[in-house]
């Protein structure tokens, strides 16, 4: 595991998506375009195709499209990353750790069910989740969204840490109905 991926708490950056991708659905924030498929409603219709790992496929689904999405509206620049766009060495390890989550999907259980329901505040969701801490929902207070509102600057250049990555998910907070703003980090080389 390279250095840069033993800083980063994946099961943490896990629940972030999973709450980020879950509030930017079209039941929610409308800024991806899927409908409520991380919902008690996609849970029944996922789980019929795919009894064991439904909750995983649900996840799989709505990360690509809102990686997708995210994409379309904020092009990734060089040197800086998005939630939907780490650095190649923390994806792969990110991506490693999806056999574990399968495999221990119980233990995920309760996590997927309280993100069912469409949430109308990011940054309480995660408060509730306890995965955002007062100093950074303050950071979060003080940035704002590009001219063209499509984009959110995190100040400085930063390290690709769970600091970083607490504040580019707790950034989508600046979005609003049907038009994202992507946070995104430049970060140290």
Do not use: Y
Request: with cysteine; proline share 5%.
């Amino acid at each position: 595991m390279s250095a840069l991926a033993t800083n980063i708490d994946l099961d943490r950056l896990f629940k972030l998506r999973l709450v980020v991708a879950r509030h930017g659905e079209m039941d929610a924030a409308r800024w991806w375009n899927t409908n409520g498929v991380l919902s008690r409603k996609g849970r029944l219709l996922m789980s019929r195709g795919f009894p064991k790992t439904h909750q995983f496929t649900q996840a799989r689904l709505v990360f690509e499209v809102a990686r997708a999405r995210s994409a379309e509206r904020f092009p990734t620049i060089p040197g800086c990353i998005t939630l939907w766009h780490l650095p190649a060495d923390v994806e792969a390890q990110f991506e490693a750790c999806w056999p574990e989550w399968v495999d221990g999907g119980a233990s995920w259980a309760d996590f997927f069910e309280s993100i069912q329901a469409p949430s109308d505040n990011l940054l309480d969701t995660l408060h509730a989740h306890e995965l955002i801490q007062p100093e950074q929902a303050e950071q979060i207070s003080r940035m704002r969204r590009s001219a063209e509102g499509r984009s959110v600057a995190l100040p400085g250049e930063r390290s690709v840490d769970d600091d970083t990555i607490t504040l580019l998910a707790a950034a989508f907070s600046h979005g609003e109905a049907a038009k994202p703003a992507i946070p995104f980090a430049r970060v140290d080389s």
